[in-house]
């Protein structure tokens, strides 16, 4: 494909992630490419193969393809991506004051759980679950991403750490084991993360990582569940926390969970009548915002704001007076 490497929109410890900017119509979809240099690029490469291997899914990050290219003198590795504009769960968290509504929160998890299950159902561990690798969509949609630790299920493992201290799993600090049940505890950490905007664990003021790991693989302490969860909630996330992975549950059985197993997608659905709209809230878009600034309004405060539509109407009459129907800037086009 013949391209311009655009503006970055993200670094890492052994990669950066810039816009595409194809010369010509290579790419439908937005596109953001993932670049290391060829001698530290292990981890892109494997990414790219375990996403080959994983196949389609709505709820993973598509690949479309590699490449390598000689710049400023240095060989790159360059793995291209479909483009998140809306950033990451974790930047979501921060934009909305550091706490998700659990109704969102419920959407959000089914969606990592049927990534999750996409996953282990292939024969592969993601081994780095956690809001940061999980990117968000204009349209609210999220999908997993970041499978540079990916491994196939049951291979053989060396005496290595992976993933990221604060979501590790007890067997993983303790026996370096990194299977499905792993997976699921990180996504437990990451649901109580989007509840409190805090790590799961509660980190004393000078606790290092060995202190951490050693209160994961010791004793029976386990993070605690946060008292404003709903019941089904808490259920889900101790379902999450079990510290035998033999006893864990598995991905496939947390789709069948309470805490996500009724939960409606409004993209994936169109009412049938006027009134066919359920919890909706008329004009509310459950899309993130692609440029959000801080002092903006957070598209998940509409709830505590929301009025019947007498009421909004009433309002819309009498308080902000008469309406500029021909301005069309919220109009959306449907057909």
């Known amino acids: ?72 003198g240095k060989e790159y590795y360059n793995l291209f991506l479909e483009y998140a504009s809306a950033g990451t769960l974790s930047d979501q968290v921060k934009l909305n004051g550091g706490k998700i509504p659990e109704h969102h929160i419920r959407r959000y998890t089914r969606s990592i759980v049927e990534g999750l299950d996409h996953i282990h159902r292939n024969g592969f561990v993601h081994c780095d679950i956690k809001l940061q690798n999980i990117l968000v969509f204009n349209d609210g949609e999220i999908k997993i991403a970041d499978f540079g630790l990916a491994k196939k299920t049951g291979e053989e493992q060396s005496f290595e750490c992976r993933g990221t201290p604060l979501f590790m799993s007890p067997e993983s600090v303790n026996y370096c084991e990194y299977e499905s049940p792993a997976d699921i505890w990180a996504l437990g950490c990451a649901v109580v993360e989007m509840v409190t905007g805090k790590p799961a664990w509660n980190l004393e003021k000078d606790s290092n990582m060995w202190s951490l790991l050693l209160r994961i693989g010791a004793g029976d302490e386990s993070p605690v569940i946060p008292e404003e969860l709903s019941k089904e909630g808490k259920d889900f996330v101790e379902k999450c926390f079990v510290k035998d992975p033999k006893k864990r549950w598995t991905a496939e059985m947390l789709l069948n969970h309470p805490f996500v197993e009724d939960v409606k997608n409004v993209n994936e659905s169109s009412p049938r009548n006027h009134f066919d709209f359920n919890d909706w809230v008329s004009s509310v878009s459950d899309s993130v915002p692609n440029s959000p600034e801080p002092e903006e309004l957070s598209p998940w405060d509409f709830d505590s704001k929301h009025c019947s539509a007498v009421d909004r109407l009433r309002q819309l009459v009498t308080d902000q007076g008469q309406m500029c129907w021909s301005e069309s800037d919220n109009w959306i086009s449907v057909r």
């Open 1 to 72: 494909m013949d391209w311009v490497r655009g503006e970055t929109v993200g670094r890492g410890s052994f990669a950066t992630v810039n816009l595409v900017i194809p010369k010509a119509n290579s790419y439908s979809t937005p596109t953001a490419v993932k670049t290391s240099q060829v001698s530290t690029s292990s981890s892109l490469i494997n990414e790219k193969h375990v996403l080959h291997q994983l196949g389609s899914c709505q709820r993973i990050i598509p690949c479309f393809g590699d490449d390598y290219t000689f710049e400023n």
